[in-house]
C-alpha cells in the first residue's frame, strides 16, 4: 500500500474530516434558521454554534477509544490532546475575540472625537467559543464517531 493509499484510507482521519464538516454546515443552518440569511461564507469562519474543532477532537477521540482501546495511551493523547483544544476554544480565542471587538469600539469612538489623521485599521475578530457551543461540537464528534466505528464498522 502507497502512502496516498494509506491516506485516503485512514478512517480516523475522515471520520474527523466528517465531523469538522458537520458541524460547519450546522453552523451555516443555523444562520439561515435564526436569522433568515444565507451565509455561505461562514462556513469557513471560526466561532459560533457549534464548534468545529471539538467535533473533530470528539470524533477522533470517539474512534480511537472504540478501536484502541479506552485505557490505551493511544487514547489518552487523544484525550488531553481533545481537552487543550476545547479548553483554547473557549479560554484563550473567547478572550482574544472580546478583547477585539472592545478595541474596535474604542477605535470607532476615537475616530468621531479625533476625526483627521486617525485612520486605524479595524482588527480582525476571530472569535472563540462559548461552552455551550464546545459542548454542543463535542458531541457532534462523539456522534460522527460512534456511527463511523460502530454502525458503519
Not at 76 to 91: E, N, Q
Not at 104 to 131: C, M, S, W
Request: hydrophobic residues 50%; neutral net charge.
Amino acid at each position: 500500500m502507497t502512502w496516498w493509499e494509506a491516506l485516503l484510507g485512514n478512517r480516523w482521519l475522515w471520520t474527523a474530516i466528517v465531523a469538522s464538516t458537520t458541524a460547519q454546515l450546522i453552523k451555516v443552518l443555523l444562520i439561515l434558521l435564526l436569522t433568515g440569511r444565507w451565509r455561505p461564507a461562514a462556513f469557513m469562519e471560526t466561532g459560533g454554534m457549534p464548534s468545529s474543532h471539538s467535533a473533530m477532537v470528539g470524533a477522533i477521540c470517539t474512534g480511537t477509544g472504540i478501536t484502541q482501546g479506552f485505557e490505551s495511551p493511544v487514547f489518552a493523547v487523544a484525550a488531553v490532546f481533545g481537552a487543550i483544544v476545547m479548553y483554547d476554544a473557549t479560554g484563550v480565542r473567547h478572550s482574544s475575540g472580546v478583547q477585539a471587538k472592545l478595541l474596535n469600539e474604542l477605535i470607532q469612538e476615537l475616530k468621531d472625537v479625533v476625526r483627521e489623521g486617525f485612520a486605524p485599521q479595524p482588527i480582525r475578530v476571530l472569535l472563540g467559543h462559548t461552552y455551550l457551543e464546545v459542548l454542543v461540537g463535542f458531541l457532534i464528534g462523539i456522534g460522527v464517531g460512534l456511527v463511523s466505528f460502530k454502525l458503519l464498522h
